[in-house]
């Protein structure tokens, strides 16, 4: 097993040039680097350095083996940094948003998983539209929204986004729809339902309701749009009654919901990205990506992360997630 000290003498060569100027800039003798690096190239089976009398520069294979190792160093880093803010960090309170069917299926075990590290959760529900503007004005600490692709959540260059789940979309039909007996369905069969009546949620620019209406468009239909409505309940009960049809997320979906059959649909464009937003902490690095990435390339930069106490929150996230998705590991 690589040990980080191995990847730490690395980078300092590489950085440095030389293995006695990387001694000098890690505070090590030399001799303790090359011990580190002799046995980083036993374990490879393989040279990691070219040594000259004008220095050192890493082998094809020392590149290869520190392009891996920064993500272990920069992953390493963060859990020993975090740790140390969360055992300083006390009690916290944080004002977090989040869009309904996600309150009603994570917000319990979410409220429970920070509680136990001292984070007490302020929760604020709204659907996603509203959450945005509320995060870039920074009146919610981190919000929980949603994305279809092609559509970016329009967050702040300030605010950072973490996935925490992607969710498919499923179509909600009546039992006894022709096509309600389907394993799951293509894009071509969804388009061929541009006859029905269809729900759509209540606001005018929800994604979901977006990308369904684009994709009958770019084939030349024009959605027929029966009812409005966020009551979760209430589209059950209007598809169940034969009257509607239209798209749920797995997340907001239950085992089984009576009178209502939900068909996958086959096709990557259907499906949400849920994701965690919330301002960059004061004082981290600036850099383009998600709070989740880590820079993977030699001297490559550590994305803009938020706040320990949100980090955490994602972490939650998640669990809570996994849990809803298997009950029985929970």
Known sequence: MIDP??????????????????ARSLAWSQPTVDYHLRNLE?????PVLARSKRGSTLTPVGVLVLDRGEEILSLSDRALRDARDLAQMGRTRLTFGTFPTAA?????????????????????????GPLVAHVNDRTLDAALLYSVPGYEVPVRADIVTTEVLRDPLMLALPEGHPLAD??????????SLHTERWLFGAGREDPIDVIVADAFAEAGYEVDVAIR????????????????????????????????????????????TVLLAAPRASGAGSGAGAGTGAGGAVGGSTPAQPSTAV?????????AVARAEHPAFG
């Open 182 to 191: 389907r394993a799951s369905i293509d894009r071509e069969t969804l388009l």
């Open 311 to 319: 980090r955490q929150l994602a972490v939650a996230i998640r669990t």
């Open 104 to 128: 009603a299926k994570l917000l319990p075990s979410i409220v429970s998983q920070v509680s136990d590290l001292g984070i007490e959760i302020d929760a604020v529900l709204e659907e996603v």
């Open 42 to 46: 036993r374990l490879i089976g393989a």
């Open 229 to 272: 409505t966020d009551d979760f309940q209430v589209m059950l009960g209007m598809v169940a009654a034969g009257m509607v049809i239209g798209l749920l997320a797995r997340l907001a979906a239950g085992p089984t919901h009576h009178g209502v059959v939900l068909v996958p649909i086959d096709d990557p464009a259907f499906v949400r």
């Open 5 to 22: 000290r191995q990847l730490q003498a690395l980078r300092a060569v590489h950085r440095e040039g030389s293995v006695t100027r990387a």
